[in-house]
């Protein structure tokens, strides 16, 4: 059962590059976010979508952009990477269907120099 | 929008019961109460989730009073796997994701 899977798990970007950091779930789950953790903080939501082609922001969507093609893919993209954006990344998924139970990848570690 | 509080962190030892508590005064009578448990380098994993009374499963159990303001997270006989941060969350059914809240949780640290 591989769940949500996240790619890479590690990755040091240099200030002004960009990337895309990549999500799949293989559970159907109508719903994916997108959560970003500090150091010793909770996690603050980026961006989430509730179906293929539906996108929203949460807390902090400043420097970032995601699409939601597919039900299974949701990657986030980084434009113009800044130190401020060193963090750890999270992408869940959850049914929708009320429980609001969500599952987790493993993360992607990403540090901007 | 129920907000949780929990401490920030605990000490306990192996084979004790630990027990963590999360107020959560302003509660909505729709919310139920979450927990995640999150190690080291991995993603929060949910472990349990009630609305009152006293919920159980093979991780943990779950005290909730009748006036809800609270929650006790239960966890038995612990070991040093069980080192991580625990998150209590407030969340109704069908909330937007911008209401499915992480605060900082409670480090928990379990010593020999």
């Known amino acids: 059962n591989a769940g949500v899977t996240q790619t890479p798990k590690f990755r040091i970007l240099k200030i002004g590059q960009s990337m895309t950091l990549q999500c799949t779930q293989d559970?159907?789950?109508?719903?994916m976010y997108w959560y970003r953790q500090d150091p010793g903080m909770g996690l603050k939501l980026i961006y989430y979508s509730v179906g293929a082609g539906i996108t929203d922001k949460g807390e902090v969507p400043n420097g970032y952009n995601v699409s939601r093609s597919t039900t299974e893919d949701f990657p986030l993209r980084l434009e113009l990477a800044a130190p401020s954006q060193t963090s750890v990344y999270f992408c869940a998924s959850s049914t929708g269907t009320g429980d609001e139970k969500l599952f987790f990848g493993s993360g992607t570690q990403l540090s901007v120099l | 929008l129920a907000k949780t509080t929990q401490p920030i962190s605990m000490d306990s030892y192996e084979g004790q019961e630990v027990n963590i508590t999360c107020s959560h005064n302003?509660?909505?009578?729709?919310?139920?109460i979450t927990w995640y448990q999150q190690f080291p380098s991995q993603g929060p994993r949910f472990i349990i989730q009630g609305y009152k009374t006293k919920v159980t499963n093979e991780v943990a159990s779950l005290f909730i009073p009748a006036d809800r303001k609270s929650s006790t997270l239960s966890l038995p006989r612990v070991s040093l796997s069980d080192t991580a941060v625990y998150y209590c969350l407030a969340v109704a059914p069908y909330s937007s994701a911008s209401k499915i809240i992480f605060g900082s949780g409670t480090r928990l640290s379990i010593r020999p």
């Open positions: 302003n509660i909505a009578t729709n919310d139920y």
């Open positions: 559970m159907n789950h109508n719903y």
